[in-house]
């Protein structure tokens, strides 16, 4: 069992930018695809981004591409989500998720097994 622990969110201006990490205890992070999610109040779950770590395949939602960049470090059993040019849109609690092979559409949350409890990113304008 995997334990998955987020961290870096906080308050940002619009076009910002800030770093969220979520780090993997209990097991080896690459045994994982990793998946961020993000839910604002009144407002379902949806998906950022997604990292299939051993095959180095990377999937992002249409409102992240060109900003939100994903990735992973082995060493630090740590995947990231790098997010410039914050709009205040994007102001959600953010979650990561570890699953253990993604199905068909990585933004869905039951393909997902494990998950953090979520920081909170504020975008003001």
């Known amino acids: 069992e995997v334990h998955l622990m987020e961290s870096g969110g906080g308050l940002v201006q ?34 950022v981004s997604a990292i299939e770590i051993k095959e180095g395949q990377t999937y992002y939602a249409d409102s992240a591409k060109g900003r939100f960049t994903i990735s992973s470090d082995s060493a630090e059993n740590t995947v990231f989500l790098q997010m410039n040019n914050l709009k205040p849109e994007d102001s959600a609690v953010y979650y990561c998720a570890a699953s253990f092979d993604l199905g068909a559409g990585w933004y869905r949350t039951i393909w997902y097994d494990y998950w953090g409890q979520g920081p909170q990113v504020t975008v003001s304008s």
């Open 14 to 47: 619009v076009g910002g930018s800030l770093r969220l990490s979520c780090a993997a205890s209990g097991s080896a992070i690459d045994d994982y695809d990793i998946g961020w999610f993000r839910q604002a109040p009144g407002k379902e779950r949806e998906g």
